[in-house]
T-cell receptor
Framework: AAGVIQSPRHLIKEKRETATLKCYPIPRHDTVYWYQQGPGQDPQFLISFYEKMQSDKGSIPDRFSAQQFSDYHSELNMSSLELGDSALYFC???????????????FGEGSRLTVL | LAKTTQPISMDSYEGQEVNITCSHNNIATNDYITWYQQFPSQGPRFIIQGYKTKVTNEVASLFIPADRKSSTLSLPRVSLSDTAVYYCLVAPSGSARQLTFGSGTQLTVLP
């Protein structure tokens, strides 16, 4: 079965550079979530989208932005990168059941960002 | 958002049943309870979800008491490959609302 696809899998950037992560949800999934997980940390919710509209926002820095496109894929843009941005970034997708968010998310394998 | 509390770590031996309890005192009426498993450097994997009473699937059971202020994930006959971090999440109603991972439980299965 098709899974959530994230690219790139690994990314190395210098401080103050920009980076873009992409996420392709499972077909017919209408919601996308982004999480950041630092070394030894729990996943931190960044932002979510439903039907191409931002749905909720968590601890996402102002230097980061994201959007969901008409084909439901999503991109996370990160600017002015800092050393502390080094982390695994996970994208997850799900399909709403009516207006109910049941919490069954399907996660991608993650994009590992290293900022030097 | 309902805050969840779980034990930081648990040890078990192969073949034993493991029960991990999560408290979520301020769970809302329409919230679902969901459990995830995560291996190092991998994305969390959905295990089971429920609303009340008991839910069972091929890998786990989920017990939710009537007041829904806690839930217990039960893993039957664990093996070494079940060593992972387990997270309890409360899913708020509404479209794509924030799903917050609290501090999970590191389960270590010993031979």
């Amino acid at each position: 079965a098709a899974g959530v696809i994230q690219s790139p899998r690994h990314l190395i950037k210098e401080k103050r550079e920009t980076a873009t992560l992409k996420c392709y949800p499972i077909p017919r999934h209408d919601t996308v979530y982004w999480y950041q997980q630092g070394p030894g940390q729990d996943p931190q919710f960044l932002i979510s989208f439903y039907e191409k509209m931002q749905s909720d926002k968590g601890s996402i820095p102002d230097r980061f932005s994201a959007q969901q496109f008409s084909d439901y894929h999503s991109e996370l843009n990160m600017s002015s990168l800092e050393l502390g941005d080094s982390a695994l970034y996970f994208c997850a997708s799900s399909r709403m059941m009516g207006q109910r968010n049941t919490g069954e998310l399907f996660f991608g394998e993650g994009s590992r960002l290293t900022v030097l | 958002l309902a805050k969840t509390t779980q034990p930081i770590s648990m040890d078990s031996y192969e073949g034993q049943e493991v029960n991990i309890t999560c408290s979520h005192n301020n769970i809302a009426t329409n919230d679902y309870i969901t459990w995830y498993q995560q291996f190092p450097s991998q994305g969390p994997r959905f295990i089971i979800q429920g609303y009340k009473t008991k839910v069972t699937n091929e890998v786990a059971s989920l017990f939710i008491p009537a007041d829904r202020k806690s839930s217990t994930l039960s893993l039957p006959r664990v093996s070494l490959s079940d060593t992972a971090v387990y997270y309890c999440l409360v899913a708020p109603s509404g479209s794509a609302r924030q799903l917050t991972f609290g501090s999970g439980t590191q389960l270590t299965v010993l031979p």
